[in-house]
């Protein structure tokens, strides 16, 4: 049953939301311009906040609703984690979308808002302020997550928790430095 259910979050976090959305507002394939990136700031880049918001909200949904369906069911902790894992994986190599997708940012950031409600929330208040300060959302998404994790450890969260969350961060950039050569070819395209 579990793997099942790992193969589902594979599955939801493969739903290219952004590449859907930009399709039907824009007619463009969000891989190909501005940033190149699958998600929500690039979406914002490309169309409006309006497309962008729904982008983010379903890409938060899709790594809550594979924690919260573990948790329902009665899976532990590593099961939560693994499912999280799972979902952002779908995310940035969707199988929907010839496996070129996001960097996993906001179905991260609600898997880890399921499993540690309070800690991420304060986490994402701190990475919306720094957003609004800077602009840059790279540098508000590492402070606000970086928070989340510092008060998870602080309030006594389970190690495995915080270790899950650090790993699963960590996905973020890696996946940013694979995208690099083709998100910088995508940037003197659009120069040109």
């Not at 779908?90 to 409600?117: C, E, K, M, V």
């Not at 989340?148 to 602080?154: A, E, Y």
Request: charged share 10%.
């Amino acid at each position: 049953m579990a793997g099942l259910l790992l193969i589902i979050a594979y599955l939801l976090g493969s739903i290219p939301t952004a590449l859907i959305v930009a399709k039907r507002c824009a007619n463009v394939d969000i891989r190909t311009v501005g940033d190149g990136n699958m998600g929500a700031h690039n979406v914002h880049r490309i169309l409006s906040w309006g497309p962008s918001i729904l982008v983010a909200v379903v890409d938060f949904s899709k790594g809550a609703l594979a924690v919260l369906l573990m948790q329902a069911l009665g899976f532990g902790l590593a099961w939560q984690l693994a499912a999280l894992a799972c979902a952002v994986l779908g995310h940035d190599f969707p199988i929907f979308a010839n496996l070129r997708g996001g960097q996993g940012l906001a179905a991260t950031l609600g898997g880890l808002t399921a499993l540690s409600f309070l800690e991420m929330a304060a986490g994402l208040v701190l990475y919306g302020v720094v957003y609004l300060i800077t602009r840059n959302a790279n540098l508000g998404a590492g402070i606000g997550t970086g928070l989340g994790v510092i008060l998870m450890g602080w309030r006594g969260q389970p190690l495995l928790l915080v270790a899950g969350a650090v790993a699963i961060i960590l996905t973020i950039p890696a996946k940013m430095m694979l995208d690099r050569s083709r998100r910088e070819e995508i940037r003197q395209e659009t120069a040109e």
